[in-house]
Nanobody
Framework: QVQLVESGGGLVQAGDSLRLSCAASGRTFSSSAIAWFRQATGKEREFVAAISWSAGSPYYADSVKGRFTISRDNAKNTVDLQMNSLKPEDSAVYYC????????????????WGQGTQVTVSS
């Protein structure tokens, strides 16, 4: 099993940057794909970015491509999401999620979830 805890959220202005971190515990982390999803108030949860267990080519939603970067450090059991050029529409609760081996973009393919961290971008 994998336990996940997100951190790094906060209130920023449009154009600012934030770095979210997902700390994982559990002996299967190094063989887990990790993804970030987000859910804005009144909207469905949506895919943001994902990285496989081997840190191969990551996946990004079109809405964040070129602005967000996902990375992992298996030695530290962490996956970070660097978010640059933030926009008000990026405001949401951000969740990290884990599944075995390969990254996927659908939330129902992930078995483990963190509690989420709030990101608010003011205009």
């Amino acid at each position: 099993q994998v336990q996940l805890v997100e951190s790094g959220g906060g209130l920023v202005q449009a154009g600012d940057s934030l770095r979210l971190s997902c700390a994982a515990s559990g002996r299967t982390f190094s063989s887990s794909a990790i993804a970030w999803f987000r859910q804005a108030t009144g909207k469905e949860r949506e895919f943001v970015a994902a990285i496989s267990w081997s840190a191969g080519s990551p996946y990004y939603a079109d809405s964040v491509k070129g602005r967000f970067t996902i990375s992992r450090d298996n030695a530290k059991n962490t996956v970070d999401l660097q978010m640059n050029s933030l926009k008000p529409e990026d405001s949401a609760v951000y969740y990290c999620a884990a599944r075995y081996l390969a990254a996927r973009t659908r939330s129902n393919e992930y078995n483990y979830w963190g509690q989420g961290t709030q990101v608010t971008v003011s205009s």
